[in-house]
T-cell receptor, first 114, second 112 residues
Framework: GAGVSQSPRYKVAKRGQDVALRCDPI?????LFWYQQALGQGPEFLTY????????KSGLPSDRFFAERPEGSVSTLKIQRTQQEDSAVYLC????????????FGAGTRLSVL | GQQLNQSPQSMFIQEGEDVSMNCTSS?????WLWYKQDPGEGPVLLIA?????ELTSNGRLTAQFGITRKDSFLNISASIPSDVGIYFC????????????FGTGTRLTIIP
């Protein structure tokens, strides 16, 4: 596609539910990033993939958060047993090259945990 | 961890005015990026800076990479309604590392 596509755009979950957020990066982009953006804040790094390899997951806040990119293109961020503090916008970004400082962002998924 | 502080936090200006905002860090950055985020959208890259002292323009936008490598500035000339949004500075956490650290943001509002 022309840009980074994320789905769903909005997700409402009851506390304790599991959720899965999808990211379709720009075709051919090697690097893929997930960020979490709390209300009124800048995005904060969660995890990074180079092709299918997850090279950095230092930003994942707990072991309830899990991300995968099995074929080196589409990625899924899964949050198990959601908590209210997980409510945020989850942004996906992709970059053409390995040193991906020029990152292109999707519109994000707004997660609300009730 | 590293923090990027932006000022001002918010700006209220009239259409046609020039805008200046800055971003400071407690540590050195080798790349500075400026993004704009509209409501309900992801950040969009405006300008990338790679060298200390570099001054780069993109239309009405001009950004500078500070000599100390601990700050950067963004100027918008002759503001128009579509300039409304939140502006973020960002940079790679460390040289050769891919993950970005974002600033606290500057919210720009144009008063009719």
């Amino acid at each position: 596609g022309a840009g980074v596509s994320q789905s769903p755009r909005y997700k409402v979950a009851k506390r304790g539910q599991d959720v899965a957020l999808r990211c379709d990066p720009i075709s051919g982009h090697v690097s893929l990033f997930w960020y979490q953006q709390a209300l009124g804040q800048g995005p904060e790094f969660l995890t990074y993939f180079q092709n299918e390899a997850q090279l950095d997951k230092s930003g994942l806040p707990s072991d309830r958060f899990f991300a995968e990119r099995p074929e080196g293109s589409v990625s899924t961020l899964k949050i198990q047993r959601t908590q209210q503090e997980d409510s945020a916008v989850y942004l996906c970004a992709s970059s053409l090259v390995v040193r991906g400082d020029i990152q292109y962002f999707g519109a994000g998924t707004r997660l609300s945990v009730l | 961890g590293q923090q990027l502080n932006q000022s001002p936090q918010s700006m209220f200006i009239q259409e046609g005015e020039d805008v200046s905002m800055n971003c400071t860090s407690s540590s050195i950055f080798n790349t500075w990026l400026w993004y704009k985020q509209d409501p309900g959208e992801g950040p969009v890259l405006l300008i990338a800076l790679y060298k200390a002292g570099e001054l780069t323009s993109n239309g009405r936008l001009t950004a500078q990479f500070g000599i100390t490598r601990k700050d950067s500035f963004l100027n918008i000339s002759a503001s128009i309604p579509s300039d409304v949004g939140i502006y973020f500075c960002a940079g790679p956490t460390r040289f050769g590392n891919e993950k970005l650290t974002f600033g606290t943001g500057t919210r720009l509002t144009i008063i009719p």
